[in-house]
C-alpha cells in the first residue's frame, strides 16, 4: 500500500536536472492533478493583465468568441508533452504545433518568457496557499528544468535558469507592465464565462464570484473590477484550504491523471489527433495577419 508521503520520497531520490521529466509527471499527474490544472488556468489568466498580450489574444477572438476550444486545445498540447516526453512523435507534434501559432504573430521575446515564468511560478504559489503540501526543492528544481527544456524548444531566448530566476523575471515584468487594456478586459471576461459554464447556469454567479475572490489585487486593477469582500475571499480560500486538508488525509493516487482526463475539456468527445489541435492562422481572416506573420511553412519546426 502506497503511503502519502512515499511518492516524494520516490521524487527525492531522483536528480532535478537529469530526471526533470519523470519528477514533473510524477508531481503533476499523481500528487497534485486538481491543483495543477487550477494552477495553470490562473498562470494563463495572468498574462492577459499584460495589454501586448491580451489585446492580441482580443484580436484573434479565439478567446472571446472560442473560449472552450481554445481552453481544450491548449491543454491537450501540453498534456502531451507531460504524458508523452519532449523526444517522442507525440510530444514534438505537440510543441510543433505551438511553435507554428506562436509564429504567426508579432509576439516578443519577453512576452513569451513571461508566459513560460507563470507556468513555474503560479503552480508553486497555488500550492504554498492551497496544497496538501508545499512543492518540494527537487520538484521547484525539476520545474525550472521543464520550463527550460520547454521555452528551449520554443525558442525563448535569454531563459531563466533556476526557480528563484523564473519567479524574479516574472515579479518584475508584472510590475512593469501590468495595466488596463479594453481588449484584455473582454478576454478575462469571456474566460470567466468560460468557468462559469462548466456547472449548472444557476451557480454562474458564484463561479465568477469565487473566480474573483482568487485574484490577486494586481490582476484586479489591471482588469478594473471591484475588489471582493472579505467574506467571499475568506469564504472562497477557506474552502479550499479545507479541501487540501481532507486531500492530504486521503490515500495517495494510484494511477495518474493527466489533463485530457478533465471534465472541463469538452470539445473532443470522439478524441482528437494532436496533429489537429489548436489554430491555423489564415491571411484574411480576424486577427491574422499581423505584423510579423509568417507563414508555418516558413517557419522553424522547433
Known amino acids: 500500500m502506497v503511503q502519502r508521503y512515499d511518492r516524494l520520497q ?34 494563463l489568466y495572468r498574462t492577459y493583465a499584460v495589454p501586448s498580450i491580451g489585446r492580441l489574444l482580443d484580436e484573434t477572438a479565439e478567446l472571446t468568441e472560442r473560449s472552450q476550444k481554445r481552453y481544450d486545445d491548449t491543454a491537450l498540447l501540453l498534456d502531451t508533452v507531460v504524458e508523452h516526453g519532449f523526444d517522442t512523435e507525440e510530444g514534438r507534434t505537440a510543441v510543433r504545433r505551438i ?8 509576439i516578443s521575446n519577453d512576452d513569451m518568457r513571461y508566459v513560460l515564468c507563470t507556468f513555474v511560478v503560479t503552480p508553486k504559489r497555488w500550492l504554498d496557499e492551497y496544497g496538501w503540501r508545499r512543492l518540494s526543492d527537487h520538484e521547484l528544481r525539476a520545474f525550472a528544468a521543464y520550463y527550460r527544456t520547454l521555452g528551449a524548444r520554443m525558442g525563448i531566448k535569454d531563459l531563466p535558469q533556476t526557480y528563484e530566476d523564473f519567479e524574479r523575471t516574472l515579479d518584475t515584468y508584472e510590475h512593469e507592465h501590468f495595466g488596463w487594456d479594453a481588449g484584455a478586459r473582454r478576454v478575462s471576461d469571456a474566460t470567466l464565462a468560460l468557468m462559469g459554464s462548466w456547472y449548472p447556469a444557476p451557480l454562474a454567479p458564484l463561479v465568477r464570484g469565487a473566480s474573483l475572490a482568487l485574484l490577486d489585487d494586481s490582476l484586479l486593477r489591471a482588469f478594473r473590477y471591484q475588489r471582493p469582500g472579505a467574506v467571499a475571499r475568506g469564504l472562497t480560500r477557506g ?64
Open 10 to 43: 520516490e521524487i527525492q531520490r531522483l536528480d532535478p536536472e537529469r530526471d526533470f521529466l519523470e519528477i514533473y509527471r510524477l508531481t503533476v499527474t499523481y500528487e497534485f492533478p486538481w491543483d495543477i490544472t487550477r494552477a495553470l488556468e490562473l498562470a
Open 99 to 106: 511553435n507554428q501559432m506562436h509564429r504567426s504573430y508579432d
Open 239 to 302: 474552502a479550499l484550504r479545507l479541501r487540501a486538508r481532507a486531500v492530504r488525509l486521503l490515500p495517495p493516487r494510484r494511477t495518474p491523471h493527466y489533463a485530457r482526463q478533465n471534465p472541463e475539456i469538452k470539445g473532443y468527445p470522439d478524441g482528437y489527433e494532436v496533429a489537429a489541435l489548436g489554430t491555423f492562422p489564415t491571411p484574411g481572416v480576424r486577427g491574422c495577419p499581423v505584423p510579423g506573420h509568417r507563414p508555418p511553412s516558413e517557419a522553424p519546426a522547433e
